[in-house]
Structure formats: C-alpha cells, structure tokens
C-alpha cells in the first residue's frame, strides 16, 4: 500500500476511534469526579493521611495543597535517585549526581519528563517502578485534580469552596488511571514488550559482539507514560525501542492513550457546567488545532527535502524508526507535542526545518490542543476567557462566559498565566544563549543550533520533556536552570487558574440575555482557535524566524 495512504488510513482511524471514545471516557471521568461516596480503600487512605474527605478546599487552600504534594514529591524522589545505589534491584548503578538528580525529580513530579540520562544505564528498577513510573501516576492526576477544581468554578456560585485535593488526587490514581493502566499493560504485553526484573541478557550480535540488553518492567510503566501524557521512556531512545514500541499498531495505540483523557475531559466538563454544548465547543477547538497541526507535520516530514534528505527520495528518514515510517512518526511526534507527553519514536532533531518548527508551536501554543491531561482543559479555559473578554470589548458590553462575568480581576489572574511561560521560554532561551558555558555544548551553530536551545527551554517552560537532542544537556546550567523551568512552569499556572476558579465561583450567576455571546456556536470556536494561534504568533514569531523559520528559509 502506498505510504501516504497508509498514513490517513492511520490518522482517519485514530480520529473515528477517539471520536467514538469521547462520550463514555468523558462520562466515566464525570462519573470519577462527582460521586458522593468513598470507597473503602479510599477512606483508609483518607484516615492514614489525616484528611477529611467530606470536607472542602477554597481556593488558596487547594493551590497550598497542590504545592505541598509536590515540594514532598520532588524532595522523596530526589532522594531515591540520589540514593540508589543502597536500594535493591539497583542493576549495580550508583546515585544520580545532585544536579541530574534535582532535574529529574521535578521533572518527573511536574509531568515533565525530562530526561537528561539514558534510562537503562542510569536507573535501576526498584526507582524506575517505585519512584518515576508513581510520579508518571500521580503528577498526571495532580493536572486532573486541578482541572475539576477549575471546572468547579465555573459551575458553582456564591461559594469559596473548591473540592477537596486529597480527594480528587486519590479518586483519578485509583478509579481512571490504574483501571485503565492495568487493563493496556496486559495488552502490551502480549504484544511483545519486556515485563520482567532482568538486570540484562548477555547476547552476541551478528557482527560477533557482545552486549548486555537490559529488561525490566517496561509495559507497565509504557502505558501510564502515554496515558498520563508523561513521556518518560524507560529506554534512552524512547518508544523507538522495540521493547517499549514493538509493532505499528502499539504505536497506534500508545498515540491513542495520549489523546484519550485530554480529548474526553471536555465532555465531563460539559456535564459539570451543565452544558454538553460547551464542551463540544471546547472539543472542536482542540480538534481543529490538532488536525491542522497532524496534516502540517505529515506535510512537512512527507515531503521531506532540506539538508536531511533530497526531496526526490520522498521523505525526511533519518533519524526515524523504519518499522514505523515518516508519516506514523509525525503523528507521534504531533501528538506528543499537542500533549504535554514528550514520548518520542524518532529523533525531532533530524525533522525537516519547518516539521521541527511546527513541533515547537505545539508546545508553544501551551499544549491545549488537547494538551496534557488537565493542564489542556484548564490551559484552553483560561483561553476562552480571554476570548470573551475580547468579544466583548469589540460589541461594547461586559463579557460573560458560562454566566460568570469576566471583570478585571479575573483578567489579571488569566493574564499572567497566559504570560508566565513565554517569559521562562524566551528569557531562558536567551540568558543560555548569551553563556558561554552553555554554548559550549552545543553540537550546531547558527539557526539549527539557536533551535535546539530554543526548542529546550519551549519544552521544559510547558512541560513537555521532548527534546531535539543536538546539545549537551547533562551539564550544572541546564540541569539547574531547566529544573527551575519545569518547576516554575508547572506550578505557577496552576496558582494562576486556581485563582480564577475561585474568584468565578464567588460570583452569583448572570442570567443570558439576547446580548450574550453563545460559547457554543462555531463563531465562538472559530474566534477560540484564532485568539490562540494570534497570541502564540505574536509572542514568539520573532524568536521562530531566527530558528526553524530561518534555517528552512536559508
């Protein structure tokens, strides 16, 4: 079959499968979110922690919450990784040096991923299962957690109270998220990836070598990887491996599990407000990004040319995986960089200029389309605002979105968390650029060399762990500084929006009227994705052109 045939036979069935999926996975997480009981397990672990589950968080007293979990998060799992090599099932490897060992522990806590070190020469398995793959659980049910607080806001009146953290934390692990993991572990077991405790295989290669190819428990920590858009691959190159990515329909299902919750959450959404309507119009504005971003990058990649391979050879092939192809490799990579995943089965930094480009401007656009699990729905809501606050500055009347006016409180919480991450991205970006040390490490200069700092700093500020790998980034600066980009990047967005769902569910409910804008029509969608892709082009075009933009120009 032709390859470009194969490749929207591929998309085309992803896009039906998850349309499919969209109303019971999205039911399903209303239904994890919004129930007035507590399981047995539940309660017990409600009791060992001291909380009562009954009773609710306002807003600042959620955000503490959220900070606290992840300040004990990032200092257990530094300590296990510095630690490491006391532990059992250490695979004879020492600690992590304390910079390696900070980066990677935000990293993890903050749904990042990033990884400045090969994952099988570097981590054991007891701090693979016990410390990163319970960080890939829980740092995407914080971003869940913190979404159906938001949500709250828009859907209560006169109240301060948010829900319960520690509830909403216990409910995603247990009743979304292990369920899911555990049922696809099996899946990908039978389809050939390694699930053992092996410290390696002494094996003799055709060339008549030896090497060491090392086991461990890879599907289960493959699927929370993908479904919780962490990233984090148990083997350096990532879901390139054959032990992490066996088959072409693995890779189809390990790019499903990434877009399954961010593109389902809507629908719980709508039914939290009220409204299915507003979710599908939240829904149709992450899907009309998506889309055009998945055909860009098939376009891009597909037509290869450039310096990486003459365009008469059909595609850009280097750096990609041949069981899997150009254009199933774009997919992935659209979907890791929509997402907050990061996962990779190719190498970006041998993309095509503009196909590198358009990677970057994923995770520019604040991976909202659908984003990361949570963070995407509280990304695009704090997007809407913003639009409702414009369309009503253009018709001359006070906004409203889901009967909560749009003042200047609200504005400045919206504001700054539409600022914070350009600023970490760009002023990183430059403050590395302007090091001499940092220059040191970097394996291209000119546009391709700003690009990959660029494409650095734009991955750890939004959390999304890919990297184009062409510097050297296990060094004192970029482990120290990207860590304070991930951290920063996570945590202050979310005190951000936590802040507005408070101050929206203060409010007491404004009654529609003819002059309302209707949020759920396609004129609202349409000025939804034009307010998006406008913001992000005004913000970082400038440092674009002097990236992929000039090196596909030159």
Request: proline share 4%.
């Amino acid at each position: 079959m032709d390859s470009t045939v194969a490749g929207v036979i591929f998309v085309v069935t992803l896009v039906v499968l998850l349309a499919a999926a969209y109303r019971p996975v999205g039911d399903y997480i209303y239904g994890v979110m919004t129930p007035a009981k507590h399981s047995r397990v539940e309660r017990g672990i409600y009791r060992a922690i001291g909380v009562d589950p009954d009773g609710e968080q306002p807003w600042g007293v959620y955000a503490r919450s959220v900070l606290a979990f992840s300040v004990v998060s990032i200092l257990f799992l530094f300590g296990f990784l510095r630690l490491q090599g006391h532990l059992l099932m250490n695979n004879g490897l020492g600690g992590l040096d304390p910079d390696l060992a900070w980066n990677t522990a935000v990293s993890f806590t903050t749904n990042t991923n990033w990884q400045a070190y090969s994952g099988e020469s570097a981590m054991g398995h007891l701090v693979q299962m016990a410390g990163l793959a319970v960080q890939n659980f829980v740092s995407a049910a914080v971003g869940i957690a913190v979404a159906t607080a938001v949500i709250r806001g828009f859907a209560r009146s006169r109240t301060t109270q948010l829900g319960n953290f520690w509830v909403d934390l216990t409910r995603v692990v247990l009743r979304l998220l292990l369920p899911i993991s555990v049922a696809f572990a099996i899946v990908f077991v039978a389809a050939g990836m390694v699930q053992n405790f092996s410290a390696g295989t002494e094996i003799t290669t055709l060339a008549g070598n030896s090497q060491t190819i090392t086991g461990g428990a890879v599907a289960s920590q493959e699927v929370i990887k993908e479904l919780g858009t962490n990233g984090g691959g148990f083997y350096n190159v990532n879901s390139a491996h054959p032990f992490e990515n066996p088959t072409t329909w693995t890779n189809f299902i390990e790019i499903f599990l990434i877009l399954l919750i961010p593109i389902s959450l809507p629908r719980a959404f709508g039914r939290m407000v009220g409204s299915n309507k507003q979710g599908y119009a939240i829904v149709a504005a992450m899907g009309v990004i998506a889309i055009l971003s998945v055909s860009l990058m098939n376009l891009s990649q597909g037509l290869g040319g450039g310096d990486v391979v003459p365009a008469s050879a059909g595609a850009a092939t280097e750096g990609t995986e041949t069981r899997f192809g150009v254009l199933n490799s774009a997919t992935f990579a659209a979907a890791t960089t929509l997402t907050s995943t990061g996962s990779v089965n190719s190498f970006h930094d041998s993309y095509t200029s503009f196909g590198g480009g358009i990677t970057m401007f994923n995770m520019m656009l604040g991976e909202i389309a659908p984003g990361g699990v949570g963070s995407g729905l509280y990304g695009m809501l704090v997007i809407a605002v913003i639009t409702v606050f414009v369309a009503g500055l253009m018709v001359g009347r006070t906004p409203e979105y889901l009967g909560k006016k749009i003042g200047a409180r609200e504005m400045k919480f919206a504001s700054l968390y539409l600022l914070t991450t350009p600023a970490i991205v760009l002023v990183g970006t430059a403050v590395a650029m302007a090091q001499e040390g940092p220059r040191e490490t970097m394996n291209n200069i000119g546009a391709h060399g700003f690009s990959e700092v660029l494409y650095a700093y734009t991955s750890a500020g939004n959390n999304n762990g890919s990297a184009f790998a062409g510097i050297g980034v296990d060094t004192g600066w970029y482990n120290t500084t990207l860590g304070l980009a991930m951290l920063f990047g996570r945590l202050l967005p979310i005190i951000f929006v936590l802040a507005l769902a408070g101050s929206l569910a203060q409010q007491q409910p404004t009654p529609e009227s003819a002059g309302t804008l209707k949020t759920y029509q396609p004129l609202f969608v349409g000025m939804l994705v034009g307010v998006m892709v406008i913001v992000v082009a005004l913000t970082f075009l400038p440092a674009l052109a002097l990236g992929p933009i000039a090196e596909g120009l030159s």
